[in-house]
């Protein structure tokens, strides 16, 4: 069937995201999670309504953690991800002594990784998804897979996260995210 192709260019991981970008937009915001909608909740966003609480979804929460390249359990990292790959080594100290999965994680580093988790945007109009797939620019063949995408009003356009071989992860690498189910 038709393939959609979008071309995003690779970020470098220190772009201004939300944290400091939101910050920025609403210097005195505050964010919170509740992580069930209850009775309370629903006191709670009564009681803050003259104040300018109110509710926002899931989609308002994946578009903050996608500008704020947050990986999310399920998509950006599970079991078949390792935290090297996933750019998030810093949390493990290696050096604290032996855990579960340590010596796997210190082979890992000492021989390198072979694909990396990386934060794009798109060039253009579009939105990736989870599940579409990567290749560079010019070639069909398929090099990883867009764990999380969508779009990102704080940073302007559409940003999104994928697996790609480690020669393809340096800033500013042109790469092409592509859908079979549109056209």
Same mark, same amino acid.
């Given at each position: 069937?038709?393939?959609?192709?979008?071309?995003?260019?690779?970020?470098?991981?220190?772009?201004?995201?939300?944290?400091? %970008?939101?910050? +920025? @937009?609403?210097?005195?915001?505050?964010?919170?999670?509740?992580?069930?909608?209850?009775?309370?909740?629903?006191?709670?966003?009564?009681?803050?309504?003259?104040?300018?609480?109110?509710?926002?979804?899931?989609?308002?929460?994946?578009?903050?953690?996608?500008?704020?390249?947050?990986?999310?359990?399920?998509?950006?990292?599970?079991?078949?991800?390792?935290?090297?790959?996933?750019?998030?080594?810093?949390?493990?100290?290696? +050096?604290?002594?032996?855990?579960?999965?340590?010596?796997?994680?210190?082979?890992?580093? %000492?021989?390198?990784?072979?694909?990396?988790?990386?934060?794009?945007?798109?060039?253009?109009?579009?939105?990736?998804?989870?599940?579409?797939?990567?290749?560079?620019?010019?070639?069909?063949?398929?090099?990883?897979? @867009?764990?999380?995408?969508?779009?990102?009003?704080?940073?302007?356009?559409?940003?999104?996260?994928?697996?790609?071989?480690?020669?393809?992860?340096?800033?500013?690498?042109?790469?092409?995210?592509?859908?079979?189910?549109?056209?």
């Amino acid at each position: 069937g038709p393939i959609l192709t979008r071309h995003v260019v690779v970020g470098t991981g220190r772009e201004p995201y939300v944290p400091q %970008a939101f910050a +920025k @937009v609403y210097p005195s915001a505050r964010v919170f999670h509740l992580n069930r909608y209850n009775t309370q909740s629903r006191a709670l966003i009564e009681a803050g309504e003259g104040q300018g609480l109110m509710p926002i979804g899931l989609g308002a929460r994946d578009t903050l953690r996608l500008e704020a390249r947050m990986a999310l359990y399920g998509n950006d990292i599970d079991e078949t991800t390792t935290v090297v790959e996933a750019g998030l080594g810093w949390v493990v100290k290696l +050096k604290a002594g032996p855990f579960v999965g340590s010596e796997a994680l210190a082979a890992q580093k %000492a021989a390198g990784i072979q694909r990396k988790l990386v934060g794009f945007k798109i060039v253009g109009k579009g939105t990736a998804r989870h599940g579409w797939t990567v290749t560079a620019p010019d070639s069909d063949e398929v090099v990883g897979n @867009v764990t999380s995408g969508g779009p990102a009003p704080t940073v302007g356009g559409s940003v999104g996260m994928a697996y790609v071989p480690k020669p393809m992860s340096k800033a500013g690498t042109a790469i092409a995210v592509r859908s079979k189910h549109k056209t």
